[in-house]
């Protein structure tokens, strides 16, 4: 039977009708990289390049970031781009001794001469550039009998610490004071346990030869599974380190590597006790030389050694982000370029900045390790920086020895089982409330990506959100 026409729509109508509300909705299409965050707080920021500049994903690209050791990519490119002869040991760079003569019948003063390497070593394990093989010169030179032994650090500024760094860190490793006279990369080895029962004194000693500052020790042992308390502080300045709090009586003993006062002088001190093992009397007193004297009688050199290539320190900043290696770096390229002021060498960054074509809106540095809280750099300065520097002679070389994703250094633990694994090469960040990442990664297409991701003001009581970082640039990656 045929139906009347307005029967016939009104039931075509009403089948599409029934059609629509069966059918199942679209899913909404995911967000944008770094919108959906878990973190509240955060403020981030990311600019990813081609490495023709074309930019695939920005977000807050101009805004101004504190970048902590990301600063270490200006630092160890300026190396690069400055100094020749990075993979070839230079003698010059090395400690030396010399022989400083005093009046007529007495003994002559030695004096333990840095030179802005970081890597003279005292330890009963060290085979090369160690302060015993300066002692064993002495021996060696037929010197029996010296008057004052003489840390000297003159070579470099006699500022410790750069500028806008945090005085609550002088107590730690990271922090370590900048000498051009350093020795144990500046730092102590203090052993600290729990007590024999719960009320007991914690049980607190330094490693063999670092007991070089008095330590007052007022941590208690609390009992088994209780949460740990123990804090430790110095004053700047002191030669005290204040230890309070707690240790569960269930703690395992733990090593802490805490920052020396003063390195010039704590490299004369070991000296000091190196010459007497092997039987030669100093009759004066150690002390420190920060600064030239016009006065200073003339000295004939006794001995001097030879430190390892200054690529082997780059590799030390890149994969291990170490702040001491960074600092002396950008120091001996400033005094390499006859520049190096007071604030040690963030003049050089300047002016690598602006070689690349940078203004001080978009990356303004005022340390070499990343540790100063003035530092400031916008997520698209830092892309354009790592494009330029691809560009440069040396630019193949510079990113060989950044860290590579799930693989070593401060990413060894990163990226592993994604698309980026052993294809990201990037230098990390981080300090209170900081996180960064910036580097070069292969794209799914098999093109090259530089980017830089920054993430600032995090709470401080938050969870990490690297998470977060790596899976958005993973994202980004497979997308390009």
């Known amino acids: 039977m045929k139906l009347p026409r307005y029967l016939s729509g009104a039931l075509a109508a009403a089948v599409l009708g029934l059609a629509a509300c069966t059918t199942t909705p679209a899913e909404p299409p995911p967000p944008a990289p770094f919108e959906a965050m878990e973190v509240d707080g955060v403020r981030w920021g990311v600019s990813v ?43 010059a760079g ?42 064993d010169a002495v021996v060696a030179a037929g010197i029996t009998r010296v008057g004052d032994v003489i840390g000297d650090d003159t070579l470099l500024p006699a500022a410790l610490w750069g500028q806008g760094w945090s005085w609550n860190n002088f107590i730690w490793y990271y922090a370590a004071p900048v ?36 330590f007052d020790n007022r941590a208690l042992t609390g009992p088994a599974g209780s949460e740990p308390t123990l804090r430790m502080e110095r004053v700047p300045g002191l030669e005290m380190l204040r230890l309070a709090g ?20 704590t490299a004369a001190l070991r000296f000091v006790r190196l010459l007497i093992e ?14 030239l004297s ?8 006794i001995a001097r050694l030879t430190p390892a290539p200054l690529e082997a320190s780059i590799r030390r900043i890149l994969i291990n982000s170490h702040n001491l290696h960074a600092e002396l770096l950008l120091r001996r390229i400033a005094l390499a370029r006859g520049e190096l002021s007071q604030e040690g060498g963030p003049e050089v960054l300047a002016a690598l900045v602006a070689e690349a074509g940078l203004t001080p809106v978009e ?43 799930g693989a070593d250094g401060t990413l060894a633990r990163r990226f592993r089982g994604t698309s980026l ?37 995090r709470p401080a009581d938050a969870p990490s959100i690297i998470g977060e970082m790596d899976a958005n640039l993973v994202r980004i990656a497979e997308a390009n």
């Open 49 to 91: 390049m081609t490495l023709d500049g074309r930019e695939v994903f920005a977000r807050s690209a101009d805004e101004r970031f504190i970048p902590a050791s990301n600063t270490k990519v200006f630092t160890s490119a300026a190396a690069f781009h400055y100094l020749t002869g990075l993979d070839t040991p230079d003698p």
């Open 94 to 135: 090395g400690t030396s001794l010399w022989l400083e003569p005093r009046g007529a019948g007495e003994a002559p003063d030695l004096v333990l001469k840095g030179a802005g390497d970081p890597g003279l070593m005292d330890s009963a394990d060290c085979i090369d550039n160690c302060l015993h093989q300066l002692a």
């Open 179 to 214: 000498s051009a006279l350093s020795v144990n990369e500046n730092t102590l080895g203090l052993s600290v346990a729990p007590g024999a029962a719960p009320g007991d004194p914690g049980v607190v000693s330094w490693a063999p030869g670092d007991d070089l500052l008095i």
């Open 246 to 265: 707690f240790i569960p009586a269930d703690a395992v003993p733990r090593l802490y590597a805490v920052a020396m006062r003063d390195p010039a002088e």
């Open 278 to 291: 092997r039987g030669v009397a100093v009759d004066g007193i150690m002390r420190a030389r920060h600064e």
């Open 294 to 301: 016009s006065a200073q009688a003339p000295q004939s050199l």
């Open 363 to 405: 990356v303004e540095l005022f340390d070499g390790s990343g540790l100063s809280s003035y530092n400031r750099v916008t997520p698209r300065g830092m892309a354009e920086f790592l494009r330029w520097a691809a560009g440069q002679p040396w630019g193949e070389d510079w990113r060989a020895m950044m860290p590579v994703g």
């Open 421 to 457: 694994e052993g294809k990201i090469f990037a230098k990390t960040g981080s300090l209170h409330g900081v996180n960064a990442l910036s580097g070069y990664m292969t794209a799914r297409s098999g093109q090259t990506l530089v980017f830089a991701v920054y993430a600032n003001d």
